[in-house]
């Protein structure tokens, strides 16, 4: 089966940091480019960040530029998104996903595989 497992989120308090990791099972994540996505309450799921299939080239949304760092390590079959810094507008629930494409963007529809999602909640 083809699967991608979320993990790593939980409850920060503002200006903590978390990783998250996103594991592949089922394929190699070796051709795809991974994107990261998060949707808070009564909000629609948005782009926060994505990285190409050799890992040479990352975009980030403009709400968490210079406080999340993507990365991935294809040896592991794993993505990571690393977030310090994290505000109380960084509450959601963060999903990975998958597209054949070497390039990734921030839509929802581009991509073919997704995990079932890691909740972050930041709060004092």
């Known amino acids: 089966q083809l699967q991608l497992v979320e993990s790593g989120g939980g409850l920060v308090q503002p200006g903590g940091s978390l990783r998250l990791s996103c594991a592949a099972s089922?394929?190699?994540?070796?051709?795809?480019?991974i994107g990261w996505f998060r949707q808070a309450p009564g909000k629609e799921r948005e782009g926060v960040s994505c990285?190409?299939?050799?890992?040479?080239?990352?975009n980030y949304a403009d709400s968490v530029k210079g406080r999340f760092t993507i990365s991935r390590d294809n040896a592991k079959n794993t993505v990571y998104l690393q977030m310090n810094s994290l505000k109380p507008d960084d509450t959601g629930a963060y999903y990975c996903?998958?597209?054949?494409?070497?390039?990734?963007?921030?839509?929802?529809?581009?991509?073919?595989?997704w995990g079932r999602g890691t909740q972050v909640t930041v709060s004092s």
């Open positions: 996903a998958a597209t054949p494409k070497h390039y990734c963007s921030g839509y929802p529809r581009e991509y073919d595989y």
């Open positions: 990285i190409s299939s050799s890992g040479g080239s990352t």
């Open positions: 089922g394929f190699t994540l070796d051709y795809v480019a």
